[in-house]
C-alpha cells in the first residue's frame, strides 16, 4: 500500500489558486500564504483568483458562473491543479472537477501533501499517513491500483490478490475493500504510533530534573535557526514552509551554571488540519512537557498579527495555552515596515527583540531563559553521600551555582545559591540521607 494517493501529488504541475472569502470574516487575502505552500509543495502557481461571498454554495462552494470562470482559466494556462485556499467537502470536490474539468483539493490536502513529502523518520512517515488516512477516508474513490474494480468469485487466485480469503462471495464493491483496508491500516498506524508515543512520554519524563524550553511558532519564523545559532545544533534549514517535521532536543547553557534542555518543533499554519494536529501528538509533547514555551515572531513577514493569533490557537488546542510563554521577535534585520513591529512591542511589552540570522539580541535571550530557569534564588546547604554521582551532578551542571563544596568522610557538602526552579527538581532527586539548610 502506498503512503500517498498519487492525485494529490501536484510536484512540479501547473496550480491555479482560487480563495473563497466570506463576507464579515476577517481573513483578508491569504493568497499569498497558499502561495507560499503550493510553492512548498513544489507547483507551478500560473494564476490567483478570489471570490467574496456571503455563503459556500453547498454544492460546489463556490457558484456556477465562478466555477465556470476557473474552468475558462484552466483552459487558457493549461493547469493540472485548482487548490482552494478553503476546505471542501467530498461533494464539493466531485462537483467542482465536472464543471473545471482538473482536479481540485482543497487547503488541508494541500498541507498533508507538504507534510507527505518533508517526512523523513518512521515517525514523521507513520504520522504523516495516518492523518491522510482519517482525512481521506470520506473521499475514498480508487485509492490503490494493485485492487480490481469487484471483488468476488473468480476475483483472483494469489494471496492478497482480490478474491482472496475474506474477499471471496457474493461480491464487494471496490469501494468497500478500500475502506476496509483503510480502516485497518488506520487501526495499525494507531497502534505503532502509540508505542512511539509511551516511549515519547518515557523520555520526556526522564528529563524531569531539567528545565526544558520549546521552540513554537508559525512555520518559515526561524525557530531552527535560532535553535543553531544558541546551540550549534546544525538543524537543517530552508527558506520554505515546513522544511522540517521532527522535533529536535539540544543541550543549551544559557550561562554557565544554568543548562536548559531546548527543543524544537514543527511549524503552525492557520488552520492546519486537525487530522494532523492530532497525528503529531508525540511530536508536539514537547511542547505539552516544557516548563517555558518561546514563541519565535518573524517581524518581517505579512500578516504577522494573524499568524501570532493562529499560534496561540493551535497552542490552546493542544493543551499549551496556560503555559509560561516568552515572545521573540525574530528577524528583526529583515524589518522594512517598522509600524507592525512597534504594534506588536506595545502588544507584548515583555517581548525581547532578536535576529537569529546576525545574532541580534541572543545573549538578551540567554539572560532572560537562564533567569526564569532559575526564578527566586535560594541559599541553600546540602549534604550528600560522596556515591551520588546523580545529585552531584546535578548541582554542578543543572543551574546551581557553587559556593563552595567539602568532602566529611562519606559525604560531601555543598553551599549552593539554587534558584526555586532547580528546588523543585532536586525535591525528585532527593533521598532520605540528604541533608538540606536553608542559610
Same mark, same amino acid.
Given at each position: 500500500?502506498?503512503?500517498?494517493?498519487? /492525485?494529490?501529488?501536484?510536484?512540479?504541475?501547473?496550480?491555479?489558486?482560487?480563495?473563497?472569502?466570506?463576507?464579515?470574516?476577517?481573513?483578508?487575502?491569504?493568497?499569498?500564504?497558499?502561495?507560499? $505552500?503550493?510553492? !512548498?509543495?513544489?507547483?507551478?502557481?500560473?494564476?490567483?483568483?478570489?471570490?467574496?461571498?456571503?455563503?459556500?454554495?453547498?454544492?460546489?462552494?463556490?457558484?456556477?458562473?465562478?466555477?465556470?470562470?476557473?474552468?475558462? #482559466?484552466?483552459?487558457?494556462?493549461?493547469?493540472?491543479?485548482?487548490?482552494?485556499?478553503?476546505?471542501?467537502?467530498?461533494?464539493?470536490?466531485?462537483?467542482?472537477?465536472?464543471?473545471?474539468?482538473?482536479?481540485?483539493?482543497?487547503?488541508?490536502?494541500?498541507?498533508?501533501?507538504?507534510?507527505?513529502?518533508?517526512?523523513?523518520?518512521?515517525?514523521?512517515?507513520?504520522?504523516?499517513?495516518?492523518?491522510?488516512?482519517?482525512?481521506?477516508?470520506?473521499?475514498?474513490?480508487?485509492?490503490?491500483?494493485?485492487?480490481?474494480?469487484?471483488?468476488?468469485?473468480?476475483?483472483?487466485?494469489?494471496?492478497?490478490?482480490?478474491?482472496?480469503?475474506?474477499?471471496?462471495?457474493?461480491?464487494?464493491?471496490?469501494?468497500?475493500?478500500?475502506?476496509? $483496508?483503510?480502516?485497518?491500516?488506520?487501526?495499525?498506524?494507531?497502534?505503532?504510533?502509540?508505542?512511539?508515543?509511551?516511549?515519547?512520554? #518515557?523520555?520526556? !519524563? @526522564?528529563?524531569?530534573?531539567?528545565?526544558?524550553?520549546? $521552540?513554537?511558532?508559525?512555520?518559515?519564523?526561524?525557530? !531552527?535557526?535560532?535553535?543553531?545559532?544558541?546551540?550549534?545544533?546544525?538543524?537543517?534549514?530552508?527558506?520554505?514552509?515546513?522544511?522540517?517535521?521532527?522535533?529536535?532536543?539540544?543541550? /543549551?547553557?544559557?550561562?554557565? @551554571?544554568?543548562?536548559?534542555?531546548?527543543?524544537?518543533?514543527?511549524?503552525?499554519?492557520?488552520?492546519?488540519? &486537525?487530522?494532523?494536529?492530532?497525528?503529531?501528538?508525540?511530536?508536539?509533547?514537547?511542547?505539552?512537557?516544557?516548563?517555558?514555551?518561546? &514563541?519565535?515572531?518573524?517581524?518581517?513577514?505579512?500578516?504577522?498579527?494573524?499568524?501570532?493569533?493562529?499560534?496561540?490557537?493551535?497552542?490552546?488546542?493542544?493543551?499549551?495555552?496556560?503555559?509560561?510563554?516568552?515572545?521573540?521577535?525574530?528577524?528583526?534585520?529583515?524589518?522594512?515596515?517598522?509600524?507592525?513591529?512597534?504594534?506588536?512591542?506595545?502588544?507584548?511589552?515583555?517581548?525581547?527583540?532578536?535576529?537569529?540570522?546576525?545574532?541580534?539580541?541572543?545573549?538578551?535571550?540567554?539572560?532572560?531563559?537562564?533567569?526564569?530557569?532559575?526564578?527566586?534564588?535560594? &541559599?541553600?546547604?546540602?549534604?550528600?553521600?560522596?556515591?551520588?554521582?546523580?545529585?552531584?551532578?546535578?548541582?554542578?551542571?543543572?543551574?546551581?551555582?557553587?559556593?563552595?563544596?567539602?568532602?566529611?568522610?562519606?559525604?560531601?557538602?555543598?553551599?549552593?545559591?539554587?534558584?526555586?526552579?532547580?528546588?523543585?527538581?532536586?525535591?525528585?532527586?532527593?533521598?532520605?540521607?540528604?541533608?538540606?539548610?536553608?542559610?
Amino acid at each position: 500500500m502506498e503512503n500517498t494517493r498519487e /492525485w494529490l501529488k501536484i510536484r512540479k504541475e501547473r496550480a491555479i489558486l482560487m480563495g473563497a472569502v466570506i463576507k464579515g470574516s476577517d481573513d483578508g487575502d491569504n493568497l499569498e500564504e497558499l502561495t507560499a $505552500l503550493a510553492e !512548498s509543495a513544489g507547483a507551478i502557481v500560473v494564476d490567483r483568483f478570489q471570490q467574496k461571498m456571503a455563503t459556500p454554495h453547498p454544492v460546489r462552494y463556490i457558484g456556477k458562473g465562478k466555477a465556470e470562470m476557473l474552468a475558462e #482559466r484552466v483552459e487558457k494556462y493549461n493547469a493540472d491543479v485548482v487548490i482552494f485556499d478553503n476546505d471542501l467537502s467530498p461533494r464539493q470536490i466531485r462537483e467542482l472537477e465536472k464543471v473545471i474539468n482538473t482536479k481540485v483539493i482543497d487547503r488541508s490536502e494541500l498541507i498533508l501533501d507538504i507534510f507527505a513529502s518533508r517526512a523523513q523518520t518512521t515517525q514523521a512517515k507513520l504520522q504523516v499517513e495516518l492523518a491522510q488516512l482519517e482525512y481521506t477516508y470520506p473521499r475514498l474513490t480508487k485509492m490503490w491500483s494493485h485492487l480490481d474494480s469487484v471483488a468476488g468469485a473468480g476475483g483472483g487466485t494469489g494471496a492478497g490478490a482480490v478474491g482472496a480469503i475474506g474477499t471471496r462471495g457474493t461480491g464487494e464493491k471496490q469501494l468497500e475493500i478500500d475502506r476496509r $483496508l483503510s480502516k485497518d491500516r488506520v487501526s495499525e498506524l494507531k497502534a505503532k504510533l502509540s508505542v512511539i508515543d509511551k516511549r515519547k512520554v #518515557r523520555e520526556i !519524563s @526522564s528529563r524531569e530534573a531539567v528545565f526544558k524550553a520549546c $521552540l513554537v511558532g508559525y512555520t518559515n519564523a526561524g525557530k !531552527s535557526t535560532v535553535l543553531n545559532a544558541l546551540t550549534g545544533a546544525g538543524v537543517y534549514v530552508e527558506d520554505k514552509l515546513f522544511a522540517t517535521l521532527d522535533t529536535k532536543t539540544k543541550k /543549551w547553557k544559557p550561562e554557565s @551554571s544554568v543548562a536548559v534542555l531546548l527543543s524544537d518543533t514543527v511549524g503552525f499554519v492557520r488552520d492546519i488540519p &486537525h487530522h494532523l494536529v492530532a497525528s503529531f501528538k508525540a511530536t508536539l509533547e514537547e511542547a505539552v512537557n516544557a516548563d517555558l514555551l518561546i &514563541h519565535v515572531i518573524d517581524v518581517a513577514s505579512e500578516g504577522v498579527l494573524k499568524k501570532v493569533e493562529s499560534v496561540k490557537k493551535v497552542l490552546k488546542e493542544i493543551g499549551c495555552g496556560k503555559k509560561d510563554v516568552l515572545c521573540v521577535f525574530n528577524k528583526v534585520d529583515a524589518v522594512k515596515n517598522l509600524e507592525p513591529l512597534e504594534m506588536l512591542q506595545t502588544m507584548f511589552p515583555d517581548a525581547l527583540t532578536i535576529s537569529a540570522k546576525t545574532g541580534y539580541g541572543l545573549d538578551e535571550l540567554a539572560r532572560t531563559v537562564a533567569e526564569k530557569c532559575k526564578g527566586l534564588q535560594m &541559599h541553600l546547604k546540602i549534604t550528600v553521600g560522596a556515591r551520588d554521582g546523580k545529585l552531584q551532578s546535578f548541582l554542578r551542571s543543572m543551574g546551581s551555582s557553587i559556593i563552595d563544596e567539602q568532602y566529611d568522610g562519606d559525604k560531601v557538602i555543598f553551599e549552593v545559591k539554587i534558584g526555586e526552579e532547580q528546588f523543585i527538581r532536586l525535591q525528585t532527586l532527593k533521598k532520605e540521607d540528604i541533608e538540606i539548610e536553608h542559610i
